[in-house]
């Protein structure tokens, strides 16, 4: 099949755009296109699939694969109309940026996004994104066990925010990555 016209689907997008073998395994557990140049299209190509009732994705490792807050609206997207299987998102080592994760910060605070594991090393983060990860928690303090944001430029008000989170009853977090810190949950 020749990549230049006449696309018959998303599957022959995704797989002129050098995804094929991670299409496959969309509808089930887990999905790695990580360190791909994916970028912004590629994962506007993928919401299609996520947004499938059929698709049962539980991982989606995405890091270092040229992403900015565009995917981060499309994966909310997606994600929020068939939220409920998918447990891990690594999203480190692109820039997203803040207004990246305040896109995402609306999946996080539904109440069916069941995602325990977030990965956002790397991705330009400043301590914006830890008010909106921070708000998030509160609103959907069930979830969440692991969040990642190391190698992020964060101020301590924003790691403050975090700690404080960590430390609420209500919050289920037990991992969080601070620059080169790990900081876990007392129990």
Do not use: W
Not at 124 to 138: D, F, P, R, V, Y
Request: net charge negative.
């Amino acid at each position: 099949m020749s990549c230049t016209g006449g696309l018959q689907s998303d599957r022959d997008q995704l797989r002129c755009s050098g995804l094929s073998s991670e299409v496959q395994p969309l509808p089930s557990e887990r999905a790695a296109p990580s360190y791909n140049p994916l970028q912004d299209s590629g994962v506007e190509l993928l919401r299609d699939l996520l947004e499938s009732p059929h698709c049962r994705l539980e991982t989606l490792r995405l890091e270092n694969c040229s992403l900015t807050e565009i995917s981060c609206a499309a994966l909310a997207s997606a994600l929020k109309s068939n939220p409920s299987h998918l447990r891990e998102l690594d999203l480190s080592y692109n820039p997203l940026q803040d207004s990246g994760v305040e896109l995402l910060r609306d999946l996080l605070e539904s109440p069916l996004c069941r995602l325990e594991t977030l990965r956002l090393g790397a991705c330009s983060l400043t301590e914006i994104s830890c008010a909106a990860l921070a708000s998030a928690l509160e609103y959907n303090p069930s979830h969440l066990r692991e969040l990642d944001l190391s190698y992020n430029p964060l101020q301590n008000s924003g790691g403050k925010l975090l700690r404080d989170r960590l430390e609420s009853p209500h919050c289920r977090l037990q991992t969080l990555r601070i620059r080169d810190e790990t900081i876990r949950a007392k129990i």
